[in-house]
């Protein structure tokens, strides 16, 4: 197995002791995202409104593959390390990455800068909560610590090291549809984080003309189901609760399958499933389907189960 960077979840008060704290440099990152059929913009919510002091602002929708038709697929090796390079942060560098809607996009940001080979990832759970009891800043950003680096002073992972770590955390359409057409799913879970009538068919999608519905195989398990009432991730015993109440599956057992896949509608909500289950057991072999439900009902559109299929 490869032991790829892991993202450590922190909550509010340990992250702000690892703000505080006089050891290695920490650079928050700021992942805010919204739906693309939401009016706000998260790039200048960052200029304008609440973050954490220092923060630098990791636009999903730029950091990307930019040659592909689906929206905010993982970029290329390099180009990752040259956009976390103009932000001013290093190698050693502590981040610690969180969304100003609590845990939504942070996830997705957290786990790429880890799947990226970056060794010291955290993901603050969650922002709502830290900045209700340590002080944040409002208004134009403050200067942040990594303001000092050099963009071109991100060395990241090596080639063959990154694509271990891709071919390990990451499944393609083509591997997923082999499975659906084999019928080899069965060898894997496969969750879906999108909404429960997004998965039956009963909402639309929000991106226009998109199809609603789900994989052949694919199991429900909106992200909200990981998260307690305040928008945190629910307790390792409280997740082993969910998954054996929803699916029978008793983590507490060796996986009964070569591992799991989790979904979404562009892979962003996918990764808050994909932490869920790390927090279990770190030790599950979970992959993302980067492309997830917008590549899918565009790629495979006779492949697509309606209901309770």
Known sequence: MVNAPKVKLLNTDYAWRLLQSPGPRVVPVDATWYMPNSSKNAKTEFAQEDRIKGSVFFDLDSVCCRTSKYPHMLPPHRLFDKEVGKLGIQSEDLVLVYDRQGIFSGPRAAWTFALYGHKNVYLLDHYLQFKEKHP???????????????????????????????????????ELADLVVLRSL????????????????????????????????????????????????????????????????????????????????????????????????????????????????????????????
């Open 136 to 174: 944040v800043e409002k208004g134009p950003p403050s200067e942040s610590p990594a303001s000092e680096g050099d963009e071109s002073g991100y060395k990241g992972i090596d080639n063959t090291e990154f694509t271990k770590n891709y071919r390990s955390q990451v499944i393609e359409f083509d």
């Open 186 to 309: 069965d060898d894997y879970y496969l969750f879906d984080a999108r909404s429960a009538d997004r998965f039956h068919g009963k909402a639309p999608e929000p991106r226009k003309g998109l199809l609603s519905g789900h994989i052949p195989g694919a199991l429900s398990l909106p992200f909200g189901k990981v998260l307690n009432e305040n928008g945190q991730y629910k307790t390792r015993e409280e997740l082993i609760e969910v998954f054996k109440n929803d699916f029978g599956l008793d983590w507490n057992e060796p996986l009964d399958r070569k591992g799991v896949i989790v979904m979404c509608g562009t892979g962003v909500t996918a990764v808050i499933l994909r932490l869920a289950i790390e927090k279990i057991n770190p030790d599950i072999p979970i992959r993302v389907y980067d492309g997830s439900w917008t590549e899918w009902a565009q790629r495979a559109p006779d492949l697509i189960v309606e209901g309770n299929m």
